[in-house]
Nanobody, 116 residues
Framework: QVQVVESGGGLVQPGGSLRLSCTAS????????MGWSRQAPGKQRELVGQ???????NYAESVRGRFTISRDNAKNTVTLQMNNLKPEDTAVYYC??????????WGQGTQVTVSS
């Protein structure tokens, strides 16, 4: 079993930056990748980006070049640095941990609102 807890989030103006953090605990030796997804009101959850235990990251086209995922394996944490935020980035952001069996554990989510 893996537990995932996010922190960060909040209200930011368009063009601003925000950082989200996520920590995994429990059976962390089974974790292959960690990442972030988001869900805006009335929309399906979409993958924002993911990073493997070897540091290989991939991103959704909508955030590539603006968002950066980093991972500290020693601390079992993953960080999402979000720059040049846009109103369409407003959503609940969820951290996930993917184990070797491709089972995904989710955090409780944190709200990000981009508005002037």
């Amino acid at each position: 079993q893996v537990q995932v807890v996010e922190s960060g989030g909040g209200l930011v103006q368009p063009g601003g930056s925000l950082r989200l953090s996520c920590t995994a605990s429990g059976s962390i030796e089974s974790i292959y990748a960690m990442g972030w997804s988001r869900q805006a009101p009335g929309k399906q959850r979409e993958l924002v980006g993911q990073i493997t235990d070897r540091g290989r990251a991939n991103y959704a086209e909508s955030v590539r070049g603006r968002f950066t995922i980093s991972r500290d394996n020693a601390k079992n944490t993953v960080t999402l640095q979000m720059n040049n935020l846009k109103p369409e980035d407003t959503a609940v952001y969820y951290c996930h941990a993917l184990n070797m069996g491709l089972y995904m554990y989710w955090g409780q989510g944190t709200q990000v609102t981009v508005s002037s």
